[in-house]
């Protein structure tokens, strides 16, 4: 499918430097959008997702903004998705099933399809970053990144 069939058929939309002709890949394995990775669930030792499980809406669902509030990751197509998630590493944001291929658009990135298969969709995480608490900045820990 052309990044411009999908676009149209979501109502999304890109930067207007991304060419729309282009293929969308569909992946069948680990593979990452901007800040999001998704992950084949038997990779995801204890994640399980715990409720809540539903068909994903007609429009899609966004998954995560950037962090300042723009850039949405959104999945579109047909699955089952929780975003009830048991993470012990508390990254995993979503969980879905599908049976055919899904895609997360994204104004910067295009998009990206998921091959058919059970998956983890987690934030990804930078250790030993500077952060930030009230006023003051430390270094250490992890932090999530955001676009």
Not at 9 to 22: I, K, M, S, Y
Not at 124 to 135: D, L, T
Request: aromatic share 4%; hydrophobic share 45%; charged share 20%.
């Amino acid at each position: 499918m052309h990044l411009a069939e999908l676009l149209d058929r979501t109502g999304l939309d890109v930067l207007a430097h991304l060419d729309r002709q282009v293929d969308v890949p569909v992946i069948d394995g680990l593979q990452a959008q901007g800040d999001l990775i998704v992950v084949p669930e038997a990779m995801a030792d204890g994640v399980r997702g715990r409720a809540g499980w539903h068909p994903l809406p007609a429009e899609g669902a966004e998954l995560v903004r950037g962090g300042d509030g723009t850039n949405p990751h959104t999945l579109v197509g047909s699955c089952q998705l929780t975003v009830q998630v048991a993470d012990p590493e508390w990254l995993a944001v979503a969980m879905l099933h599908n049976t055919v291929p899904v895609y997360l658009v994204h104004p910067e990135h295009g998009a990206t399809g998921i091959a058919p298969g059970r998956w983890v969709v987690r934030r990804q995480r930078e250790a030993g970053a500077f952060r930030k608490a009230g006023a003051l900045w430390y270094e250490g820990g992890s932090v999530l990144v955001a676009d």
